[in-house]
């Protein structure tokens, strides 16, 4: 069974900083396109990070600068590091993995980012 299990979110006041983790089990990450999505409140679901392989990656404009995404292929865990957080950036993360052989498409549950002072 394919799971996506996200941890990291919280409450944070604006400038702050705060880690997500995606674990996955039941698939191999090295074979999947691996992605952030975040959707707030009112708002269409919307891509964030995404990641294919080794260390190319590709950030939507508005967190550019402040957000990182990484991989660690052998802990099957991918991260976002997100600095400088403002309150549009508060929303619910969600963790996407898709097979880029079977294109087999994958989610997370979601982990709360609420940036406010």
């Known amino acids: 069974q394919v799971q996506l299990v996200e941890s990291g979110g919280g409450s944070v006041q604006p400038g702050g900083s705060l880690r997500l983790s995606c674990a996955a089990s039941?698939?191999?990450?090295?074979?999947?396109?691996m992605a952030w999505y975040r959707q707030a409140p009112g708002k269409q679901r919307e891509l964030v990070a995404d990641?294919?392989?080794?260390?190319?990656?590709i950030y939507a404009e508005a967190v550019k600068g402040r957000f990182t995404m990484s991989r660690d292929d052998a802990k099957k865990t991918v991260y976002l590091q997100m600095n400088s957080l403002k309150p549009e950036d508060t929303a619910v993360y969600y963790c996407?993995?898709?097979?880029?052989?079977?294109?087999?498409?994958?989610w997370g549950q979601g982990t709360q980012v609420t940036v406010s002072s």
């Open positions: 039941g698939i191999n990450i090295s074979l999947n396109y």
């Open positions: 996407y993995a898709r097979n880029i052989y079977s294109r087999e498409i994958y």
């Open positions: 990641i294919i392989r080794g260390d190319s990656t």
